[in-house]
Nanobody
Framework: QVELVESGGGSVQPGGSLRLSCVAS????????MEWYRQAPGKERELVTA???????YYTDSVKGRFTLSRGNTRNTVHLQMNSLKPEDTAVYYC???????????WGQGSQVTVSS
């Protein structure tokens, strides 16, 4: 089993910045990718960014140039730095970890990000 614990998030005005972190613990050897999804009210959950075991990073078009995904001091920690935030970035953000040898996908508890003036 893998546990994902998220931290960060909160409320900020448009143009502001926030940072989300996700720490994986447990049987993390099976993990081949860690990702951030978000879900806005009334919308489907969407993939925001992902990092693979070889450190390839993907960003959805709407966050390119504004969001930066990085690893922490260990490979089981990822940070999502969100700059130039817009109201449309408002959502609950979820950390996800998965791998071919993992018995399931794993999800964090969700972190609210609110961008409003």
């Amino acid at each position: 089993q893998v546990e994902l614990v998220e931290s960060g998030g909160g409320s900020v005005q448009p143009g502001g910045s926030l940072r989300l972190s996700c720490v994986a613990s447990g049987d993390t050897n099976c993990i081949s990718a860690m990702e951030w999804y978000r879900q806005a009210p009334g919308k489907e959950r969407e993939l925001v960014t992902a990092i693979t075991s070889t450190d390839n990073i993907y960003y959805t078009d709407s966050v390119k140039g504004r969001f930066t995904l990085s690893r922490g001091n260990t490979r089981n920690t990822v940070h999502l730095q969100m700059n130039s935030l817009k109201p449309e970035d408002t959502a609950v953000y979820y950390c996800n970890a998965h791998g071919h040898s993992c018995p399931q996908d794993y999800w964090g508890q969700g972190s609210q990000v609110t961008v409003s003036s």
